[in-house]
Nanobody
Framework: QVQLVESGGGLVQAGGSLRLSCIASGRTFRTYAMDWFRQAPGKEREFVTAINWSGSSTYYADSVKGRFTISRDGAKNTVYLQMDSLKPEDTAVYYC?????????????WGQGTQVTVSS
């Protein structure tokens, strides 16, 4: 069993930065690929970015490419989402999720989410 806990959200002005963390419990964390999603009020959940188990491969949604960076630290059981040049449209609850394979579409575990609010 793996538990995921996000943190690092908050209120920031447009153009600012935040770094989200997703800390996982469980020894098998290193074998999972990890994704970040977000969900804005009244909108469907949206894929943001993915990273494979080793950190050697990443993928980004067009809406965040060049502004967001995903990374992971196996020793700390943590996945990070560095968000720069934030825009008001980035406002959402951000979730991390674990899956068995980088190209999988099914997720084994989800975090509870952390709120990011970007003011204009």
């Amino acid at each position: 069993q793996v538990q995921l806990v996000e943190s690092g959200g908050g209120l920031v002005q447009a153009g600012g930065s935040l770094r989200l963390s997703c800390i996982a419990s469980g020894r098998t964390f290193r074998t999972y690929a990890m994704d970040w999603f977000r969900q804005a009020p009244g909108k469907e959940r949206e894929f943001v970015t993915a990273i494979n188990w080793s950190g050697s491969s990443t993928y980004y949604a067009d809406s965040v490419k060049g502004r967001f960076t995903i990374s992971r630290d196996g020793a700390k059981n943590t996945v990070y989402l560095q968000m720069d040049s934030l825009k008001p449209e980035d406002t959402a609850v951000y979730y991390c999720a674990a899956k068995d394979r980088y190209d999988a579409q099914e997720y084994r575990y989800w975090g509870q989410g952390t709120q990011v609010t970007v003011s204009s």
